[in-house]
C-alpha cells in the first residue's frame, strides 16, 4: 500500500486488477480480520454504540411522548423507536468507516501490510464497508430488540426491516469511506458530522414526521439516504405497508453502489499520490 507521500506504485499496482476486488470472496479476509480485532473489544464495543441510540428512545420517548401523546396514530415512543433505529445504523457505520477505517489506512498502517498479500484496494475497501456495515447491524438489530420486547414493534412485520437495515448500513458505510478517503486527519470528520450527519439525524423524520416540514425543505431532506431508510424501517415496526418501497430501496441501493465507486476512485488516487 502507499500512503500519502510515498511515490513508489509497486503496491497497487502489481495485481492485474488493482482498482476492483479481485474475486467474490478475498474481501472476506479483510472482514474476518477486523472482526477477530473487534471480537476481543466486543462487549464494551456495543455498549458505546447502543448508549446513545438508547438515550434518545427512553429519553424522549418517555420525556416528550407524555406531552406529544400519539403521532401518526401511535405512540410517540414507538414512532421514535423506529427512527432510532434507523439513526443508529447510521451512526455505527460512519463512526466505523471513518474513525476505525481511517486509523487503519494512516495511522496503524493496517492496510499496507494487507496489500502484501494477493489482495487489491478493492478487497480492502469492499472489506471495510461490508464491515462497518455489519456492525451497524449490530446497532439497528439491537434497537429493534429492545422495541420489540417492550411492545414497540409489531412481529412478524417487522423482520421486513431487517433487509432495510442491511442496506443503509452499506449505504451510510460507503458515503462515510468517501470522507476517510479525502480525510488528512481526524479532525476532518467533524465537518461530516456537523454539516451531513446531524441534519440528516434531526431532519429525516427520526424524531418527528416529515410532514411537518415546509414543503421546499421536505423535498430536499426527502431525498436523503436516511429519510429513505426511516421511511421503509418505520412502517415494518409498526406492521402498516410500505409507500413506494421499491423507491426507497432504489435510492439506497445507488448512495451504497455510488458512494463505493467513489470512495475507491478517491483512495486509489490518494494512496497513489
Not at 82 to 103: K, L, R
Not at 227 to 250: C, Q, S, T, Y
Request: proline share 6%; charged share 10%.
Amino acid at each position: 500500500m502507499i500512503l500519502p507521500g510515498d511515490h513508489n506504485e509497486t503496491a497497487l499496482m502489481r495485481y492485474p486488477q488493482p482498482f476492483f476486488p479481485s474475486n467474490a470472496t478475498l474481501w472476506f479476509t479483510v472482514w474476518r480480520r477486523n472482526f477477530l480485532v473487534w471480537k476481543k473489544l466486543a462487549i464494551a464495543s456495543l455498549f458505546g454504540n447502543l448508549a446513545d441510540p438508547m438515550i434518545y428512545l427512553f429519553g424522549l420517548g418517555f420525556g416528550l411522548g407524555l406531552m406529544v401523546g400519539e403521532v401518526d396514530g401511535t405512540s410517540y415512543i414507538a414512532f421514535l423507536a423506529a427512527g432510532t433505529v434507523g439513526s443508529s445504523v447510521m451512526m455505527s457505520a460512519s463512526f466505523e468507516a471513518m474513525y476505525s477505517s481511517f486509523s487503519r489506512m494512516h495511522v496503524q498502517r493496517t492496510w499496507e501490510a494487507i496489500m502484501h498479500a494477493p489482495l487489491t484496494l478493492g478487497d480492502v475497501v469492499l472489506g471495510e464497508i461490508v464491515w462497518a456495515a455489519s456492525k451497524a447491524i449490530l446497532s439497528g438489530l439491537a434497537i429493534l430488540a429492545v422495541a420489540s420486547v417492550l411492545g414497540y414493534a409489531h412481529w412478524p412485520a417487522a423482520l421486513y426491516a431487517l433487509p432495510v437495515i442491511a442496506l443503509a448500513g452499506l449505504t451510510f458505510a460507503s458515503l462515510a469511506m468517501i470522507v476517510t478517503a479525502l480525510a488528512p486527519n481526524y479532525d476532518f470528520f467533524l465537518f461530516y458530522q456537523t454539516l451531513v450527519i446531524t441534519p440528516m439525524l434531526l431532519l429525516c423524520g427520526v424524531f418527528f414526521p416529515l410532514s411537518q416540514l415546509p414543503p421546499a425543505v421536505r423535498e430536499v431532506t426527502g431525498l436523503l439516504p436516511l429519510a429513505h431508510a426511516v421511511e421503509l424501517i418505520r412502517p415494518a415496526m409498526l406492521g402498516r405497508p410500505m409507500d413506494h418501497a421499491w423507491l426507497h430501496f432504489a435510492a439506497l441501493a445507488i448512495y451504497a453502489a455510488g458512494g463505493w465507486l467513489t470512495a475507491l476512485a478517491l483512495l486509489r488516487r490518494r494512496l497513489l499520490r
